[in-house]
């Protein structure tokens, strides 16, 4: 079983304490004896301990950084939400593939926001642009918000602000079972609650430092008991030797633990493996022992946003796994939605 996590070190930015969370922080990590050190800014963490790339990297994973959001301009980018919403950047799980290893690039370690005022008002701003119409925020763009939220709760201080908006909605997706503190959230149905889930194959070999199958399928009941909307997102979707009896076994497992009345409004997102050039270079570095398939001679070139292009499966085993996984899907979840394969 994976443990909460608790940071080894933690920096503040100055600025972080004008904000009550800000100062609650500092003194829960001071009372837990962590050392606490004074840093510039949330993007300007330097001499992270460790004698070399390998050792600062797992240092820096174990690193907390309290800041401040300046720039409050949310990202569009997700097919499951309007707006990205930002409480928290960088994750203290271990995925190779994860595409926060090209995008956190030298700052892997785990940023939080305090200033959650400012950007509840942002979100009201953009929620008054839209309405009547509903709009979505996505929690989890840059972060596993609840692998750190135990610690924080600012998840649960934006459950709760969504709870009470008329024409916003909250989505998040986790790898981490630790969500008790959420159960007694005043969500109003108004927060999607996702797991990522994955055959044991992928979650064994690819998934280290995060909840297992079965952590995140026990997480996922409690969720719905609690009364919150819930879905699964499959991701990566990766083919190796017997992944069709694997991702079976993984929906049969799901099935047999969910209680009924949590199938009647359940959403599933199916995202294949993908990487890029610079992903493959960063993830060779940091996890040279990798058992990760990166052959681009094995894979189809596709044009991303913004013009980066990424590796793909091939437009027949596309076909194939998302045949398997949606007759999976449909035999065992008869009631949900699929949202979208890409």
Not at 47 to 69: C, H, W
Not at 167 to 196: C, E, P
Request: hydrophobic letters at 35%; proline letters at 5%.
């Amino acid at each position: 079983m994976v443990k909460p996590f608790v940071p080894q070190l933690v920096y503040v930015e100055p600025r972080a304490l004008d904000y009550p969370l800000g100062r609650e922080l500092v003194n829960k990590f001071e009372k837990m004896d962590i050392e606490i050190r004074e840093t510039t800014s949330h993007n300007q963490v330097r001499n992270l301990p460790g004698e070399s790339d390998f050792q600062r990297y797992r240092m820096a994973k174990s690193t907390l950084v309290i800041g401040i959001r300046k720039t409050l301009k949310f990202d569009t980018s997700k097919p499951s939400a309007e707006y990205a919403i930002p409480f928290a950047t960088g994750c203290m799980g271990h995925c190779h593939y994860c595409y926060l290893q090209t995008t956190m690039g030298s700052k892997p370690y785990i940023r939080s926001y305090v200033n959650l005022e400012d950007i509840f008002e942002s979100a009201e701003n953009y929620m008054k642009e839209r309405a009547p119409e509903i709009t979505r925020f996505e929690a989890s763009c840059t972060s596993d918000i609840v692998g750190v939220d135990h610690l924080t709760h600012t998840l649960k201080h934006a459950i709760e602000y969504f709870g009470e908006s008329e024409y916003g909605k909250l989505r998040f997706v986790t790898k981490f079972s630790h969500v008790d503190h959420l159960l007694d959230a005043k969500h109003n149905r108004r927060t999607r609650f996702r797991f990522s889930i994955n055959d044991d194959y992928v979650i064994k070999y690819f998934e280290p430092g995060t909840s297992r199958l079965n952590e995140r399928i026990e997480a996922a009941v409690k969720i719905a008991n609690a009364g919150y909307p819930l879905g699964f997102i499959v991701a990566p979707i990766y083919l190796h030797e017997g992944w069709e009896e694997g991702y079976e076994e993984m929906f049969e497992k799901l099935a047999s633990e969910l209680p009924e009345h949590a199938k009647k409004d359940l959403t599933f997102e199916f995202i294949q493996h993908r990487f890029t050039k610079p992903a493959k270079r960063v993830i060779q570095k940091n996890y040279p022992m990798t058992k990760l398939e990166l052959d681009e001679n094995k894979r189809k070139w596709k044009w991303g946003r913004y013009g980066i292009g990424k590796y793909v499966y091939t437009n027949d085993e596309q076909k194939t796994m998302k045949e398997a996984l949606a007759h999976s899907m449909n035999e065992h979840f008869p009631e949900a939605k699929l949202e979208y394969f890409t």
